[in-house]
């Protein structure tokens, strides 16, 4: 749709016109919020408080930022929120890496383009749209989740979906599998009613969490999620956590795969977010072996970037000791010698957990050249396990 010659001036006819477009640039779901100051910013501070974002320390800059939407744009009236949904249905390949714990999973969202991207320049169309049919001036901005705005909220007030127990908004025809972008503005809008909680007595979510991440329904502890300990946490990942996290590498949507909201998930028209084949079923040994070159390559324009190399074969390591296949036993020893201590460290665990004698040559050999304070403890952990193993009759291999 070309933007309009002639300018509306009724909010009926605005709102839409900007819904119609907004369809075009294939956002499944839209609303409208009234810009005004928001509940959930206490809730927001208690949960920061309460040390649940990790070390994800730019979600703790700007708070009051976040508590009004005319603290980002002066004179906001109104929110146009809309969200762009992602491939939810597991491929042959998605299938296959669930139950093969030699290759790796990524959460849906990530096995495409990286979406900040393409969100960001739907949403520009958007406002350049907004801007052509409107008789005065518009002040606003747009925004993905990178920016200080409780998109949550504003979301379930425009009626795009309500919070569920897993943290995500959840959309009653079209499930959870979506992005969210939002567009404040000066403009005068009707606005959409806001969406009820259908969660009901269901616990699904929070029953099916590998890693016990959510205190309590509707609170998410970042911390012990696997998507954080897989993307945003830098260091060492906690031990008792790793086995929990299974073969994902990238992400996690398992609090997702279980709610029965998303049986019907709508799908995906954005051809940015098709899966790209080589991470639909990724062989763990391959991504332990990358080089810096390759990974670049690999996840050129896509959100792998986010953890860096070091970040993701951190992640690749746990997943190949928690295998439980003697196969995984040479490339992690080829791990021992990374450069970097992160990856060299998680792959001395991993060796721990599968044991046998070519696991524990390994890390004996690779003490003596080892300068690491932590890969040395991780390799001093990883020898007692196979030691205590051995001894009681539990090692994993001969």
């Known amino acids: 749709m070309e933007a309009q010659s002639t300018k509306l001036k009724r909010p009926q006819d605005l709102v839409r016109s900007i819904r119609e477009y907004a369809?075009?640039?294939g956002f499944g779901l839209f609303g409208v919020s009234p810009a005004e100051p928001l509940e959930g910013a206490k809730f927001y501070a208690?949960?920061?408080?309460?040390?649940?974002?990790?070390?994800?320390?730019?979600?703790?800059?700007?708070?009051?930022?976040r508590q009004r939407p005319d603290n980002l744009v002066a004179g906001a009236r109104s929110v146009v929120c809309v969200g762009l949904h992602y491939p939810a249905a597991a491929s042959s390949e998605q299938a296959q890496a669930s139950s093969n714990p030699m290759t790796g999973q990524l959460s849906c969202y990530a096995l495409g383009d990286d979406y900040h991207e393409v969100m960001k320049a739907k949403l520009a169309q958007l406002y350049d749209y907004m801007q052509g049919i409107t008789e005065q001036p518009l002040r606003g901005r747009y925004f993905v989740d990178?920016?200080?705005?409780?998109?949550?909220?504003?979301a379930?007030?425009?009626?795009?979906?309500w919070w569920g127990k897993n943290t995500c908004l959840i959309d009653k025809r079209s499930g959870s599998y979506f992005f969210l972008g939002e567009v404040i503005s000066d403009l005068e809008l009707p606005f959409d009613e806001p969406a009820v909680d259908h969660c009901g007595t269901c616990t699904r979510c929070l029953d099916a969490c590998p890693t016990a991440a959510f205190p309590e329904p509707y609170v998410l502890d970042a911390q012990r999620c696997i998507s954080y300990l897989t993307i945003e946490l830098k260091g060492s990942i906690p031990e008792p956590l790793r086995a929990p996290m299974g073969n994902w590498i990238l992400g996690c949507d398992i609090c997702q795969q279980v709610c029965p909201w998303n049986r019907d998930a709508a799908p995906s028209s954005e051809g940015a977010f098709e899966p790209r084949p080589a991470l639909e079923a990724p062989l763990l040994e391959d991504l332990i072996s990358l080089d810096r070159s390759d990974f670049n390559k690999l996840f050129k324009g896509h959100a792998g970037k986010r953890p860096k190399r070091r970040g993701l074969l951190r992640n690749v390591a746990v997943a190949l000791g928690n295998s439980g296949n003697?196969?995984?036993v040479p490339p992690l020893i080829e791990a021992l010698v990374d450069e970097e201590p992160l990856v060299r460290g998680h792959a001395a665990w991993g060796l721990g957990r599968l044991g046998g004698r070519q696991a524990q040559q390994a890390l004996e050999d690779a003490v003596a050249n080892e300068q690491s304070e932590d890969v040395l403890r991780e390799i001093d952990q990883a020898l007692r396990r196979i030691v205590e193993g051995t001894e009681t009759g539990s090692s994993q291999q001969e």
Do not use: D, F, I
């Open 156 to 161: 379930q007030r425009a009626g795009l979906g």
């Open 23 to 25: 369809t075009e640039l």
């Open 146 to 154: 990178t920016a200080p705005v409780l998109e949550r909220e504003l």
């Open 326 to 328: 003697p196969a995984a």
């Open 46 to 65: 208690r949960w920061l408080a309460l040390g649940y974002a990790g070390e994800m320390a730019y979600l703790q800059r700007n708070v009051e930022k």
